[in-house]
């Protein structure tokens, strides 16, 4: 929750390659002072069932730089995993690997404000904004 002296942040994925929530992916959020500051890692949290992270760490003060940094590899292999395991056919494919391991997305925020950035995932492209 912000404050006057401090902002917030929330977020949410959704794995548009399916259209549903991304359930299970890790987010780590980090914060810094200043643009020259250095990185400080807050904690971090997993998306629920909605692909939402309700548990995310607050703020400190000063903050004017945050960073969320998804872990979608894991999502992306365990979802390659089921889709094998419901369709044997598909083992012989060429698909290995996943392209963007990993989602690092960092933005400026000002005291008293809240930030929404929901993350839109799919395996070869993602596209972030500021939500509300």
Sequence with gaps: MSTSTTASVSTHILDTSVGRPAEGVAVQLDARSGPLGEWQPLGGSATDADGRCKDLPAL????????????????????????????????????TGVFFPE????FAVKPGEHYHVPLLLNPF????YRGS
């Design 60 to 95: 400190p003060e000063g903050t004017t730089h945050v960073r969320l940094d998804f872990a979608v590899e894991p999502y992306f292999e365990k979802k390659q995993a089921d889709a094998q395991q419901d369709a044997p056919a598909n083992r012989d494919s060429d698909a």
């Design 125 to 128: 492209g993602y596209s972030v």
């Design 103 to 106: 989602v690092a997305i960092t």
